[in-house]
């Protein structure tokens, strides 16, 4: 017998109606800040390469940091910088030899953190507006740059709405928190039977955020968790055929940080119809990289319907700052009435929002740079024999010790090899 999730929607209906009877219901007002707002025209896009791409991996370190790094000292970041412009003699900062580095492990997967377009926005804006205001979204913080900015990834994640967030970190906190809401309120302020409780399916191998807001969703007694091997779809199903509790989550990363291995979605999507489970998605490494439109792990595998909650940040792929959740009108109301790492969170900046907002119109239009991130994972698999599936390379050594060993062996080759990355990033 195949199930819908649609008894979440009536779940939730009943949360939020208990939350309009304790008047504890939450609004975001948007802020019309002067100015027109941008559209897609005002941004400038490029058809290749450009030198200041090359912006996005060289970097510079101090030879006191370098040596710490090398050394495996421990260091709190205080080492003397590299003459930075600032009044070397007041922070004590003397002119020393630095080491040029090539950036291996960042996630600015399509160079844009250096893009001019994105700069020019975040400029723009500042002089504009400032900050902007400062505060939570629910007093003051919230503009109407922050409410096209959700339209616009709402758009692309192809859900009726969106709500932005200061971090992806705080935004599966805040989602995780109001999953275990909806037991609490529906309990009518008693604590939850164990059936009652929202029954939350995660990944072994699930990032630190969903894991720390499941945890805090059960240490308040509105949720159990179930944690199933990784992408281990035959286990996952055991434990959602054996548990008697109505109302359960399934939640995993679309595309692993650390192993760089996909969630296996057609298979989650088959298990939903079947189970009648909420899917959520953390799309922070597929969003802008995955996807013929930059939609996302659930666009590349043609699943976008059969995700229910999609979470994602915008300081990887985006090249900025922030989190968002995209989701349903119903469940934005929920999530902002009791997603506490929202409520009490200051919002993003205005120049930070429009310069997300140029970011997303680029790294729509620009798609020679998500073909070209593909193209770079077919050409290291053709050259090692790595069966790598995506621009996470995990590398299995052994041990901690090996593994360290192993980063200062990278460390190393990253300054020999760095003239042939320097032509070959260009080419």
């Known amino acids: 017998m195949e199930m819908e999730p649609n008894s979440w929607d009536s779940w939730v209906d009943q949360a939020l109606s208990r939350l309009h009877s304790l008047k504890l219901i939450r609004s975001l007002r948007?802020?019309?800040?002067?100015?027109?707002?941008?559209?897609p025209r005002d941004f400038e896009v490029f058809h290749h390469l450009s030198p200041w791409d090359r912006l996005a991996i060289e970097i510079?370190?101090?030879?006191?940091?370098?040596?710490?790094?090398?050394?495996?000292?421990?260091?709190?970041?205080?080492?003397?910088?590299?003459?930075?412009?600032?009044?070397?003699?007041?922070?004590?900062?003397?002119?020393?030899?630095?080491?040029?580095?090539?950036?291996f492990s960042g996630n600015d997967y399509l160079g844009l953190s250096s893009h001019p377009t994105i700069g020019k926005a975040a400029a723009k804006a500042a002089q504009e507006h400032g900050m902007g205001p400062r505060g939570s979204a629910l007093v003051c913080g919230y503009t109407n740059y922050h409410r096209l900015l959700e339209s616009c990834l709402a758009d692309l994640k192809k859900k009726e709405d969106c709500l932005l967030c200061p971090t992806g970190f705080a935004a599966n906190m805040a989602l995780m928190v109001a999953l275990g809401s909806v037991s609490s309120l529906l309990s009518a302020g008693q604590k939850p039977l164990k059936d009652e409780r929202v029954a939350i399916f995660s990944d072994?191998?699930?990032?630190?955020?969903?894991?720390?807001?499941?945890?805090?969703?059960?240490?308040?007694?509105?949720?159990?968790?179930?944690?199933?091997?990784?992408?281990?779809?035959?286990?996952?199903?055991?434990?959602?055929?054996?548990?008697?509790?109505?109302?359960?989550?399934?939640?995993?990363?679309?595309?692993?940080s650390m192993d760089g291995d996909f969630a296996p979605m057609a298979e989650l999507a088959k298990l939903r119809k079947k189970h009648g489970f909420l899917l959520v998605i953390d799309d922070a490494h597929g969003t802008f990289v995955c996807g013929k439109n930059g939609g996302g792990v659930a666009e590349e595998f043609n699943c976008e319907s059969d995700v229910d909650i999609c979470v994602g940040t915008l300081s990887k792929a985006a090249g900025c700052h922030g989190g968002f959740i995209a989701c349903s009108k119903r469940w934005k109301q929920l999530i902002l009435s009791r997603g506490r790492s929202f409520i009490f969170s200051t919002a993003m900046p205005v120049p930070v929002v429009a310069a997300t907002l140029a970011a997303v119109i680029v790294a729509k239009k620009e798609k020679w740079r998500r073909a070209a991130i593909w193209n770079r994972v077919q050409d290291f698999r053709a050259l090692t024999g790595i069966p790598i599936g995506s621009p996470i390379i995990s590398l299995i050594v052994g041990s901690e010790e090996r593994a360290l060993q192993a980063s200062r062996f990278s460390l190393s080759l990253s300054l020999s090899l760095a003239p042939y990355f320097y032509c070959s990033h260009l080419s």
Request: glycine content about 6%; charged content about 25%; aromatic content about 4%.
């Open 30 to 39: 948007p802020i019309h800040l002067p100015n027109p707002l941008p559209t």
């Open 204 to 256: 072994a191998l699930n990032h630190a955020s969903i894991i720390d807001g499941i945890r805090l969703a059960e240490r308040q007694g509105s949720a159990e968790i179930f944690v199933y091997r990784h992408c281990d779809m035959p286990h996952l199903n055991e434990l959602l055929s054996s548990c008697t509790m109505e109302k359960k989550v399934v939640v995993t990363d679309s595309l692993f």
């Open 60 to 103: 510079k370190i101090s030879e006191p940091t370098f040596l710490k790094w090398v050394n495996e000292i421990p260091s709190s970041g205080d080492e003397a910088a590299c003459g930075d412009g600032m009044d070397d003699e007041k922070v004590g900062v003397s002119h020393q030899k630095s080491r040029d580095l090539l950036l």
